[in-house]
Nanobody
C-alpha cells in the first residue's frame, strides 16, 4: 500500500488549505476497506493524531483543537482522503502525514501505512 500526500504550502493565519492523499491499494482489497487518518508533527514535538475516518462509513473523529476547523473526508471512487483545514493558526504549522489501516477492526492510533508528509506553514 502506498500513500501520496499533497496540498501543503504557506498560508496566512485565518486562511485555508486542503490536503489530499491518494492511496494505491494491494490486490484483493479496495480503498473503502481501509480506515484513514491524518497526523502531524511540528519541530521538536511528537507526531500527533488529527483526524480519522472509518472504513465503509462517514464516521469521523478529531483532535479537540481542530474540531470545527478541520474536516476529514474520503472519495472511495478516487482512492483519496482529504483534510480540509479552515481558520488556520500558526500553531497548526507542521508536517502533515496521511495514514491507513486495513479494516474492519478500528484501533485508535494504530496505522500500518504512512505517506511521506506534506509541509503546512501558517504565518501570523
Amino acid at each position: 500500500v502506498q500513500l501520496q500526500a499533497s496540498g501543503g504550502g504557506l498560508v496566512q493565519a485565518g486562511g485555508s488549505l486542503r490536503l489530499s492523499c491518494v492511496v494505491s491499494v494491494v490486490s484483493g482489497r479496495t480503498f473503502s476497506t481501509y480506515h484513514m487518518a491524518w497526523f502531524r508533527q511540528a519541530p521538536g514535538n511528537e507526531r500527533e493524531f488529527i483526524a480519522a475516518i472509518i472504513q465503509g462509513s462517514t464516521s469521523t473523529t478529531y483532535l479537540d483543537s481542530v474540531k470545527g476547523r478541520f474536516t476529514i473526508s474520503r472519495d472511495n471512487a478516487k482512492n483519496t482522503v482529504y483534510l480540509q483545514m479552515n481558520s488556520l493558526k500558526p500553531e497548526d504549522t507542521a508536517v502533515y502525514y496521511c495514514a491507513a489501516a486495513p479494516g474492519p477492526i478500528y484501533i485508535a492510533n494504530k496505522y500500518d501505512y504512512w505517506g511521506q508528509g506534506t509541509q503546512v506553514t501558517v504565518s501570523s
